[in-house]
Nanobody, 123 residues
Framework: VQLQASGGGLVQAGGSLRLSCAAS????????MGWFRQAPGKERDFVGS???????????DYADSVKGRFTISRDNAENMLYLQMTGLKPEDTAVYYC??????????????WGRGTQVTVSS
C-alpha cells in the first residue's frame, strides 16, 4: 500500500484546511486508517483514526486536542482518506501523516505510512 498525503499549507489561526490521503497499490476498504502529526522537536502524535466499514457505519477516534475541531472521513470507492481541520491553532502546526493497516480497532501499530504534508498555522 502506498499513501500520499496532500492539502497542507499556511493558514491563519481560526482557519480551516482539508487534508487528503490517496491510497494506491491495493484497496484499503478493509483497512483502519489514521492521521498522525509531528511538530518540530517532538514525537509523532496520534490525531485521529477511522475504522473500515463493517456494514454498521464507521467508527472514529480522535486525540483530545483535536476533538470538536477535526473530522476524519474516508471514501472507499476512491481509496481516499480525509481530515477536515477547523478552528486551527498555532499548536496544530506540524507535518501531518496518513497511515493504514489491517488492524483491530484501537490499535495504532500501522505498517503503511505516507509522506507528510506540512501544516503551518500563524497567530
Amino acid at each position: 500500500v502506498q499513501l500520499q498525503a496532500s492539502g497542507g499549507g499556511l493558514v491563519q489561526a481560526g482557519g480551516s484546511l482539508r487534508l487528503s490521503c490517496a491510497a494506491s497499490g491495493r484497496t484499503v476498504s478493509k483497512y483502519v486508517m489514521g492521521w498522525f502529526r509531528q511538530a518540530p522537536g517532538k514525537e509523532r502524535d496520534f490525531v485521529g483514526s477511522i475504522s473500515w466499514s463493517g456494514g454498521s457505519g464507521f467508527y472514529t477516534d480522535y486525540a483530545d486536542s483535536v476533538k470538536g475541531r477535526f473530522t476524519i472521513s474516508r471514501d472507499n470507492a476512491e481509496n481516499m482518506l480525509y481530515l477536515q481541520m477547523t478552528g486551527l491553532k498555532p499548536e496544530d502546526t506540524a507535518v501531518y501523516y496518513c497511515a493504514a493497516d489491517r488492524l483491530r480497532w484501537g490499535s495504532r501499530e500501522y505498517r503503511y505510512w505516507g509522506r507528510g504534508t506540512q501544516v503551518t498555522v500563524s497567530s
